[in-house]
């Protein structure tokens, strides 16, 4: 019995090896949004999965929403959130704390904690050194929802090049300066395809993509751009998954190698995704 079990603890230390090997080099952009960043015990173990990745040789950007933290300050300032097909609708007074909230609060708050694991991590919007150019996702005035137009990743290549974590909040403006609140999934699967990234990994508060919606035991774990279409087509991938999954699909097109929709309120779900055989969420591959 002992030596099966002996057996047993080289091969998983065979296979991590094995990962370890394979992803040394790479370049990996998570998205980290949704209940995970309100749970103080679950952000910590992403910020530490993250820090145990940088160790290795991997190469990271951090793309970051703030939903709830959001909608906590638009409660106090009395205005109503509001959403349409998963996003939310930005008029200029949301604008505004979206802004404040992303950039003031929820950005340096894990630049912290990234910097507290004694790892160089530097907090940007999509305003700083022009890194994304934004134009209206809406022909409306009062909805400042925005889509990105061009990555400039000059400044993200510096820092990854000097082995910093940029931390990205998912804001930026157009040529004139309008602010723009654009959706992270987007903004993740954007900066991954200008990067030409070996995986795009959305960490959020779903289990990954469900063949039956009722179900979060029926996870689907690989599929390929076709089978994709056609659990659309069936509306089994539909409202605050469509974002999701466009992106992942977008990132494909764009010579992203894999794209990884997880469930971060499982402990270490960055990890077991990516080192072992089972894997944990839906995994995405042209």
Wanted: include cysteine.
């Amino acid at each position: 019995m002992s030596n099966f079990l002996a057996s047993d603890r080289f091969d998983f230390l065979d296979n991590i090896l094995l990962f370890l090997r394979r992803y040394s080099g790479s370049t990996f952009v998570i998205k980290y949004g949704g209940s995970v960043m309100q749970d103080s015990s679950l952000k910590s173990t992403v910020i530490e999965d993250i820090c145990f990745l940088y160790s290795v040789g991997i190469n990271l950007v951090l793309v970051h929403g703030g939903g709830i933290a959001i909608n906590s300050w638009l409660d106090k300032l009395n205005i109503k959130p509001k959403f349409m097909d998963g996003l939310r609708i930005t008029d200029s007074n949301t604008m505004e704390v979206v802004e404040m909230v992303l950039m003031g609060k929820v950005n340096k708050e894990l630049v912290s904690l990234i910097n507290s694991h004694n790892i160089s991590a530097v907090g940007l919007s999509g305003k700083d050194a022009n890194l994304i150019q934004a134009s209206p996702l809406f022909d409306s005035p009062d909805n400042l929802v925005g889509k990105v137009n061009i990555v400039n990743n000059k400044i993200l290549n510096l820092l990854l090049s000097n082995r910093y974590i940029p931390v990205i909040a998912s804001v930026s403006s157009d040529s004139i300066g309008q602010t723009y609140n654009i959706n992270a999934d987007t903004v993740a699967s954007a900066i991954a395809s200008s990067l030409k990234a070996d995986k795009l990994i959305l960490l959020t508060d779903t289990p990954g993509i469900l063949r039956d919606l009722h179900n979060s035991s029926s996870v689907i774990k690989c599929l390929n751009l076709n089978e994709i279409k056609d659990l659309k087509q069936d509306n089994i991938i539909s409202g605050g998954m469509i974002p999701k999954v466009d992106s992942c699909v977008k990132a494909l097109q764009s010579e992203v190698k894999s794209a990884h929709i997880i469930d971060g309120r499982v402990k270490h779900a960055l990890l077991y995704e990516l080192f072992t055989n089972d894997r944990l969420g839906s995994m995405v591959v042209c």
